[in-house]
């Protein structure tokens, strides 16, 4: 795993860019923005600046305005930056300009989270399944990021050039690898499959939530075992499953990937084998960072994702966390002086009930608030899924 540290600096250094228009206000561009700022934390690079710029659609060349790209070139320049980063994803003519004015090395969105996956994922499925998303996103784009992110020297910044032939030449070496990792894939896969068969038996319960809701601390609680938790983004990429009992009944729960606004596609399909826990889940515990101020968006792209995975039609539980967060942002703020954060929050569970026909509870995982409410109706749910498995279980073992 090549270091995204330099030894002449402590730490990488970037800037991000969005752009303002009618598909997103300059509000949720902010937001964004620092969601990205996130991302490039966890890669372990610090953000200096961000750059806006009102555009109803990116310049066909270079994604911003001239103006703004000069703007952007100057600060560059003067601060010695090392990447600059993009909120959208960049087509290959772009890249090839961007890099070409501002002599640094270019991210986008998408690549910037196939970097953090790498960089997370311990297991070589994990690994077999990223660096195949990372190369088929890269095969159109080579540019000099393909010198930077394979053969770096040193620091991540590149102001040299690969040249045509070499560029061509590395294209052939991808489509090789892309081959094998398939290859690969395919193998681990089918013994995935198989592994998955053998479970069908006892019900499975899956978690699932944007990135960096608490999945892992919720699964270290239920399943009283040890699972990797922390304050960054996509902290989990492996896949991990536990045995569980509640009231008797044991089911397995899964934790996997959290999912994110633009997720690139090439990681969606070749995770399809982790993704399958979720799929074949009988069972979904949808989690929610209820203190984030746009965790209704969150929760609509969670349900995208499980629709384009085929996974949206299962019996779902909503659990609404981190409401010691929500409660004290509540205490805070001029706004809401109506309601206090309990009556604030049975009406977001009255919303979801009423629209959505969700079964929901609102929990403090850090704190432990409310789990007895949580394994209660989660119990309820496994029970019933139990019964049609084994439906000459003595229920009055259970109640």
Not at 276 to 305: K, M, Y
Not at 384 to 391: A, C, E, L, S, V
Request: proline share 2%.
């Amino acid at each position: 795993m090549r270091e995204f540290i330099d030894a002449g600096k402590n730490k990488e250094t970037a800037v991000l860019v969005a752009l303002i228009n009618q598909q997103q206000s300059e509000q949720q561009t902010r937001e964004y923005l620092n969601e990205l700022a996130f991302l490039t934390s966890t890669l372990g690079v610090e953000t200096l600046k961000m750059f806006t710029q009102k555009l109803e659609n990116p310049d066909v060349r270079t994604f911003v305005g001239k103006g703004k790209l000069e703007e952007i070139s100057t600060y560059v320049k003067a601060m010695e930056i090392d990447m600059v980063i993009f909120d959208d994803d960049l087509t290959p003519s772009q890249l090839r300009n961007l890099e070409k004015n501002l002599e640094v090395t270019i991210y986008d969105r998408s690549l910037l989270i196939l970097e953090i996956f790498l960089k997370r994922a311990k297991t070589s499925q994990a690994r077999t399944q990223v660096e195949l998303a990372r190369y088929q996103y890269l095969l159109p784009r080579l540019t000099r990021m393909w010198t930077h992110l394979e053969r770096q020297r040193g620091g991540t910044g590149t102001r040299g050039g690969a040249g045509e032939k070499e560029i061509e030449t590395d294209r052939r070496i991808i489509r090789d690898k892309i081959a094998l990792l398939k290859k690969k894939l395919n193998k681990i896969d089918q013994q995935n499959a198989t592994q998955r068969k053998s479970r069908s038996a006892i019900t499975r319960v899956a978690l699932v939530g944007y990135t960096n809701v608490g999945k892992s601390t919720l699964m270290t609680l239920l399943s009283k075992s040890n699972v990797f938790a922390e304050d960054k983004l996509f902290a989990t990429v492996d896949s991990t499953v536990r045995k569980v009992v509640i009231n008797h009944i044991p089911f397995l729960l899964s934790d996997t990937v959290g999912f994110i606004r633009k997720l690139p596609h090439t990681l969606i399909e070749s995770f399809k084998s982790t993704l399958d826990e979720v799929r074949e889940a009988d069972i979904l515990i949808h989690l929610v960072d209820v203190s984030h101020p746009g965790f209704e968006e969150q929760i609509d792209i969670v349900n995208s994702t499980l629709k384009e995975i085929n996974a949206s039609n299962k019996p779902t539980l909503l659990v609404f966390n981190k409401i010691d967060q929500y409660r004290r942002i509540l205490e805070e703020s001029d706004e809401n002086i109506y309601l206090n954060g309990e009556e604030n929050l049975t009406l977001i569970q009255k919303h979801y009930a009423t629209k959505k026909n969700l079964t929901s509870v609102c929990i403090s995982a850090k704190y432990q608030e409310n789990l007895d409410e949580l394994r209660d109706k989660l119990g309820k749910m496994v029970a019933k899924r139990h019964y049609t498995i084994y439906p000459n279980y003595l229920k009055n073992e259970i109640y």
